[in-house]
């Protein structure tokens, strides 16, 4: 007995729509799947990549105590320096006190975490420390200007990413990122490849994170000395709605703002230009020192001319403060 028609397209609608229902099934779970798999990796990113224990197993040597000025409760800055990392490597809290005969803080830190959270630092050290008698801003000038070094490969950002995510609003900080989200996820790429070389990797010597606590925030460098100058142009405009809003939100309150450039060789190409575009709008003259005074790879100074540098700030002190310790 054969089957009708009826019958038989009876039976494919029947058997068609619990196929149809399985194949969207299966394209439901493989898109939520799309969609968990970044967001679970992500989080896991945001939890893990800021800890001290990926700090303590990186190859990079400013993780360990990234972030330092945020850290401090209650310390006893009278001067604090603040700026990118010729500022950090380069101005010494002892010679400066030694000058001024007040106590003094070095939480600078590298460009990249300005570039990604402005002065958000200098706000995290004002909340739980007292105000300062000064507040000095220290950059390379072609610094002077963050957001305009988003995306220089000179300039990284992992160290401003991973500041922003050690903070305890790490909600706000991710709403943030998300409108650079390329910077994001190789922010992730980057951290999670720090993270599986340190299940390997042995931690860092409790003495590089010391080293800079027992220095009152003066970062080091282990880099050799050069002793040819093979600078390159990096002029480039300073943003000067960044440097009057460093004076118009931090000074007043028994706190005077000095704004500075760093030092630079005296063979740097870019002297005359920055001499000239920065006349007027920075607190110092810029000065400059013998190539061998500096670390190979940027404007950081060595030990040697740390010495001015710091020197420098001091003598800025000294112009407006004048205590009653002796202190010359």
């Known amino acids: 007995m054969m089957d009708s028609p009826d019958s038989i397209d009876a039976a494919g609608r029947d058997g068609a729509a619990p196929r149809r229902v399985e194949s969207r099934a299966r ?3 493989y898109s939520a799947s799309l969609i968990a798999v970044p967001i679970v990796i992500l989080t896991a990113a945001i939890l893990v ?8 197993r990186s190859a990079n040597t400013f993780l360990p105590s990234l972030g330092y000025g945020s850290k401090l409760r209650n310390a006893d800055c009278n001067v604090v320096v603040y700026g990118d990392s010729s500022a950090l490597i380069g101005v010494s809290p002892d010679i400066i006190r030694k000058r001024t005969g007040l106590s003094t803080c070095n939480i600078a830190e590298v460009e990249g975490v300005t570039m990604v959270n402005g002065t958000l630092l200098v706000d995290d050290f004002l909340k739980h420390n007292p105000r300062p008698r000064f507040l000095v801003f220290l950059f390379a000038p072609e610094n002077l200007d963050p957001e305009s070094r988003r995306g220089d490969i000179e300039v990284p950002d992992f160290e401003g990413i991973t500041y922003r995510f050690s903070r305890p609003d790490k909600f706000t900080g991710l709403i943030a990122m998300l409108r650079h989200p390329e910077a994001l996820f190789s922010w992730v790429d980057h951290g999670v ?47 000067m709605e960044f440097v009057k809003s460093l004076r118009s939100k931090y000074n007043g309150n028994g706190t005077t703002v000095l704004v500075d450039s760093m030092m630079l ?6 002297i005359g230009y920055f001499r000239r575009t920065l006349s007027g709008l920075i607190d110092n003259q810029i000065a400059t020192l013998p190539v061998s005074d500096y670390y190979g790879g940027g404007r950081h100074v060595n030990p040697s001319g740390s010495i001015p540098l710091s020197n420098m700030v001091a003598d800025q002190i000294l112009d407006r403060y004048r205590p009653s310790t002796g202190a010359r």
């Not at 606590?213 to 050069?226: E, M, S, V």
């Not at 060789?265 to 870019?270: I, S, V």
């Open 265 to 270: 060789p005296a063979c740097d190409p870019d």
């Open 27 to 29: 394209l439901l779970a």
């Open 49 to 56: 990549i800021p800890t001290d224990w990926v700090a303590e």
């Open 193 to 239: 490849r720090l993270a599986i070389h340190g299940l390997v990797a042995k931690p860092f010597p409790p003495e590089v994170k010391m080293r800079r606590y027992r220095a009152h925030g003066q970062g080091f460098l282990d880099f050799p000395t050069i002793h040819a100058c093979n600078y390159r142009s990096l002029a480039r405009p300073p943003n």
